[in-house]
């Protein structure tokens, strides 16, 4: 969508704090011994209570309130009775709707103690989320973000998972500009209109190329089998550069 108003620029700040507040809640309560359904339930109740709901049940039926990913599971990973263990790498992502406002977020957390090289993918994650960031302003090719993160992880050693795309926000959980690449992609074309809001999601990884489906509907894990993190905002494009919509206060 492109923001019209204030109005709906506050209802998108709105939904957006709450989905940050969500993930802050879930990763303060994230050790060894509890269960991703446990997590799971924390994250609706912060939702609910404000009177917002899953989008991902709300939009595909998902099976839970929110998607958490524990180590070779890459994305959309169903809450259940798995339980978190020492050592284990973390993503968790929400998104929601809130008086007919989308907003989605996500983070990648380690549960200590891990090695080194998780510690650095963690923390590279988050970099690569804003070099991404920082490409955004309105009237710059949207294909910036994708060449600075592909730079990015090249520099680093990294790989990046080029299946699951970022993607247009804000009316509906998925909508247009769809499919916006954080790798670097000769066929994206399009600009960043004043206004539009649309998601930042790279997928830093240590080897992984690709997200493929697992023995469930929904789990994505990566080919080849690789750590991987991934980190997201929600944000809206203007001549002065990102307008991030969720953080949590």
Not at 218 to 243: C, D, I, M
Request: hydrophobic fraction near 40%; proline fraction near 6%; charged fraction near 20%.
């Amino acid at each position: 969508m492109i923001v019209a108003n204030d109005d709906e620029l506050q209802k998108l700040k709105e939904v957006g704090r709450l989905c940050a507040q969500a993930i802050k809640m879930m990763a303060a309560a994230l050790e060894p011994g509890i269960t991703t359904l446990e997590l799971d339930l924390i994250g609706r109740k912060i939702l609910e209570d404000a009177g917002a709901r899953s989008a991902p049940e709300l939009c595909y039926q998902f099976p839970g309130a929110t998607c958490i990913s524990v180590n070779e599971e890459v994305a959309h990973g169903i809450p259940g009775a798995r339980m978190i263990k020492a050592g284990d790498l973390v993503n968790i992502d929400v998104s929601a709707e809130k008086d007919g406002f989308f907003g989605d977020t996500g983070a990648s957390f380690t549960v200590p103690p891990v090695g080194p090289k998780i510690e650095r993918l963690c923390r590279d994650g988050k970099r690569a989320l804003w070099v991404g960031l920082n490409q955004i302003r309105a009237g710059q090719p949207l294909a910036n973000i994708g060449n600075a993160i592909g730079k990015f992880a090249a520099k680093n050693r990294y790989t990046l998972i080029q299946n699951l795309a970022s993607h247009g926000v804000g009316r509906s959980l998925h909508e247009e500009p769809t499919e916006l690449s954080t790798w670097p992609d000769p066929d994206e074309t399009r600009m960043m209109q004043e206004g539009l809001v649309f998601t930042v999601e790279p997928f830093l990884s240590i080897g992984g190329n690709f997200a493929q489906d697992g023995d469930d509907p929904w789990t994505l894990y990566s080919e080849p089998k690789a750590p991987t993190v991934q980190f997201e905002h929600t944000v809206v494009a203007t001549r002065n550069g990102p307008l991030i919509l969720t953080l949590a206060d």
